[in-house]
T-cell receptor, first 111, second 114 residues
C-alpha cells in the first residue's frame, strides 16, 4: 500500500469550474499536510499547508483535512488555464522530518 | 540566498562516470533534503540533513550514492559509476527547523546518463 495516494488523473475541467483533488495517507499520526503545484519542467511550489481538521481557504484555493478518514483534498474554485499543472499531495511523517509525496494528479483547465 | 540554488541545471554524462550535484539552501535553513524525480513519476526521497549530520539517509538507492553537507550550507550529492536508471531530475529542498511548515525546492538538476 502506498503511503500517500492521490486520485488518478489526468483531470480535465472547463475554465471557471471547481477542480477537486483528493489524497489519502496511511500514517495515522501525521500532523502536517501540504499541496504543491508543479508546472511541466519546473520544480514543485508550495501552495497550501493544513494542520487541523476542517477547511483552510487562501484565495481560490481551499484545503480540507479529515484526520479520522486520513483524507486531504484541494479545491480550486474558478479554475483558470494557468492552474493547469500537476498537483502533489505531501504528508510529513511522524517518525521524522521528511515529506512523503503522492504521485501527483495532472490537472488541465480548458479555456 | 533568496532561493534554493542548484547546479548544474543540466548534466549529461557517460555511463560509468561519477557526477557531483550541488545544492545551496536558503540562508538560515537548517534542514536540507534531496529528492529524485524520474520522468512522469512522483518525488522519491533520498536523504535529509539537519545541519551537517544526516539523520535519515534511508532513501539512498545504493552505495553508489552519497551526500555530504558543510555546516548549514552547501550540500553535494555524488553518484559514482552512473547507470542509465540514474537518469532523473534531482531536486534539493531546504526548510526551517524540521520542515513542519513545508519546504522550498530548488529548480533541480536534470541528469541524463548515456
Amino acid at each position: 500500500q502506498k503511503e500517500v495516494e492521490q486520485n488518478s488523473g489526468p483531470l480535465s475541467v472547463p475554465e471557471g469550474a471547481i477542480a477537486s483533488l483528493n489524497c489519502t495517507y496511511s500514517d495515522r499520526g501525521s500532523q502536517s499536510f501540504f499541496w504543491y503545484r508543479q508546472y511541466s519542467g519546473k520544480s514543485p511550489e508550495l501552495i497550501m499547508s493544513i494542520y487541523s481538521n476542517g477547511d483552510k481557504e487562501d484565495g481560490r484555493f481551499t484545503a480540507q483535512l479529515n484526520k479520522a478518514s486520513q483524507y486531504v483534498s484541494l479545491l480550486i474554485r474558478d479554475s483558470q488555464p494557468s492552474d493547469s499543472a500537476t498537483y502533489l499531495c505531501a504528508v510529513r511523517e511522524t517518525s521524522g522530518s521528511r515529506l512523503t509525496f503522492g504521485e501527483g494528479t495532472q490537472l488541465t483547465v480548458n479555456p | 540566498g533568496a532561493g534554493v540554488s542548484q547546479s548544474p541545471s543540466n548534466k549529461v554524462t557517460e555511463k560509468g562516470k561519477d557526477v557531483e550535484l550541488r545544492c545551496d539552501p536558503i540562508s538560515g535553513h537548517t534542514a536540507l533534503y534531496w529528492y529524485r524525480q524520474r520522468l512522469g513519476q512522483g518525488l522519491e526521497f533520498l536523504i535529509y540533513f539537519q545541519g551537517n549530520s544526516a539523520p535519515d539517509k534511508s532513501g539512498l538507492p545504493s552505495d553508489r550514492f552519497s551526500a555530504e553537507r558543510t555546516g548549514e550550507s552547501v550540500s553535494t550529492l555524488t553518484i559514482q559509476r552512473t547507470q542509465q536508471e540514474d537518469s532523473a531530475v534531482y531536486l534539493c529542498a531546504s526548510s526551517w527547523g524540521q520542515g513542519a511548515y513545508g519546504y522550498t525546492f530548488g529548480s533541480g538538476t536534470r541528469l541524463t546518463v548515456v
